[in-house]
């Protein structure tokens, strides 16, 4: 069952699996980062199995002028352990499901160029490159 973090110890119990993504991250810092995100529409969800976090999810529901209201999901990640038990698509269904009960016109994620098996996946999810997303490091 999917849950949304939302008590700092929740939080906190994501972490470990986000860094798997995100490795940049502090854990001192995580749960302060979370909730200021928290205050501009960020949801951090998660699957827990035996005790422990199988998978973590962190998405928005905003609108652009060019596709009306989107979920757009800011993160993904199944921990290396539990990759390919059906965690990742389970996310995936849910945050599709979470879109269309919220509105949504479309369903949204960035993937790094780098990340072909996660590439890989999200094709047999049915999802399809549509843009090219740049960016420049201010």
Do not use: P
């Not at 973590?56 to 993160?75: M, N, P």
């Not at 038990?85 to 269904?93: A, D, H, R």
């Amino acid at each position: 069952m999917i849950k949304e973090a939302k008590t700092d110890e929740g939080i906190l119990a994501c972490f470990n699996v986000m860094s798997e993504l995100r490795q940049h991250l502090i854990k001192d810092e995580f749960v302060s980062l979370i909730r200021s995100m928290q205050e501009e529409g960020y949801h951090l969800c998660f699957i827990k199995e035996e005790n422990k976090i199988a998978a973590v999810a962190g998405y928005r529901i905003f609108s652009t002028l060019y596709e009306g209201k989107q979920l757009y999901v800011d993160d993904l990640c199944t921990a290396a352990t539990e990759r390919s038990k059906g965690y990742g698509e389970e996310m995936l269904n849910w945050l599709k499901k979470v879109a269309k009960r919220s509105g949504c016109k479309f369903f949204n994620l960035d993937s790094g160029t780098q990340r072909a098996r996660a590439h890989k996946f999200y094709f047999k999810q049915g999802l399809s490159i549509d843009c090219y997303h740049f960016q420049e490091e201010l």
